[in-house]
């Protein structure tokens, strides 16, 4: 037996099961906000004895790395997936079609992208390693829907190679369409890649990404007035959601337009539409699904992407990030401090004022809409 698979894990037995939560605040209390409970579901991959995974989900991934006498390298962050079912969910949640077309970001040895394509899909790999993508293209070389470039994702020209595969996509179909992307990715470039495609709305309608678990729930879970509370969290906001206020508005409109239908009084919104579900945390992978083996578990998390048009209002996305990290660089400061290369101290208290902010505000403290209104006063400053 080669080397490699002489570090085949114990053969585990798995089942999967709804845990939910018990019920807590959306968000925290906050002094424009109103406070909103929701209950949270959460999928869960457990270890049990009801089910036995097919050996060949270890060796086949193990095999496929022996082929090319490759060793997961740390450097590239590769931790191969050994359990065929959490692929399963992972394309699952994405509810990935007949007929989509996926990113896949580091398909390794090309276990999630058979799933993928087994659903329909139409998928585009992007792989670093030039040994795993040359392991992908042999495996997939008959199937047309599969492309892998070999190329770094976070340097890569993303945006032209979907347009022109939803384009070719649309010539064929006759229908447009946005690409999803479902991916299980290197943790040490999580961050880049939020980064590059949140803002990418017109090419993405959602992205789907295993992430370790840590960095999911601080994205997730991150409250105001807490050390987990970052410039990061302001960005997801900024480009994800499933839903804003105008929405719900013009929801009302069209419903007391309709001929002999009239609703009195204002309309009754779930606390969850008013604030938007994204991200959304949706299942823990333990780390024994890993080969190998990382030091942490991971969980996937689903983004759902905002169009341009539903963006907060604000003079220059440039200046308004520009504002937030500035805000965030020392966080112990107030804001009429680390925003001073922006205009006064005065200045900065009078505008904090203006949008309802006391004048010894702090960064952690402000809600993407603050950030928003503070940013255009300023700037009018």
């Not at 032209?160 to 479902?182: F, I, M, N, T, W």
């Not at 007035?225 to 900024?238: A, D, Q, V, W």
Request: a neutral charge.
């Amino acid at each position: 037996m080669p080397w490699l698979l002489q570090s085949l894990p114990p053969n585990l037995s798995f089942t999967h099961y709804y845990s939910r939560t018990r019920s807590r605040p959306s968000s925290p209390p906050a002094h424009n906000s109103i406070t909103t409970t929701t209950t949270t579901t959460q999928l869960v991959v457990v270890a049990a004895s009801t089910k036995t995974i097919n050996e060949d989900d270890y060796h086949s991934t193990l095999r496929a790395l022996n082929s090319k006498g490759r060793f997961p390298r740390k450097s590239l962050g590769q931790h191969y997936m050994l359990n065929s079912s959490v692929n399963e969910q992972l394309v699952d949640v994405a509810d990935v079609k007949e007929g989509d077309v996926v990113l896949e970001i580091g398909p390794g040895t090309g276990s999630l992208t058979s799933v993928l394509v087994n659903a329909g899909a139409t998928v585009l790999g992007i792989e670093k390693d030039a040994h795993m993508a040359a392991l992908v293209r042999e495996r997939f070389a008959s199937i047309d829907q599969v492309k892998v470039l070999q190329e770094d994702f976070t340097k890569c020209h993303i945006r032209s190679h979907l347009v022109s595969l939803l384009e070719c996509k649309k010539s064929l179909d006759g229908e447009s369409q946005h690409a999803k992307v479902v991916s299980n990715i290197p943790f040490n470039i999580s961050t880049d890649v939020v980064k590059l495609l949140l803002p990418m709305g017109d090419i993405f309608s959602e992205v789907v990404l295993l992430l370790q678990e840590e960095t999911a729930l601080r994205w997730v879970e991150s409250t105001l007035r807490t050390s987990e509370y970052r410039p990061i969290n302001i960005f997801i906001n900024f480009y994800s959601g499933i839903c804003n206020m105008k929405d719900h508005f013009n929801a009302f409109w069209l419903i007391n337009s309709v001929p002999g239908v009239k609703v009195l009084g204002l309309l009754c919104i779930g606390p969850e539409l008013v604030t938007g579900r994204d991200p959304e945390y949706n299942f823990k992978v333990p780390r024994w699904n890993f080969f190998p083996q990382p030091n942490v578990d991971a969980a996937v998390v689903t983004f759902r992407l905002k169009q341009a048009a539903d963006y907060p209002q604000v003079s220059s996305i440039k200046s308004f990030f520009s504002m937030v990290n500035s805000a965030f660089n020392s966080k112990r400061k107030m804001l009429r401090s680390t925003l001073q290369h922006i205009c006064t101290s005065l200045e900065i208290e009078v505008a904090l004022r203006n949008v309802g902010l006391p004048s010894t505000s702090r960064p952690e403290e402000l809600t993407l809409d603050d950030f928003v209104r503070l940013h255009n006063l300023i700037t009018k400053v």
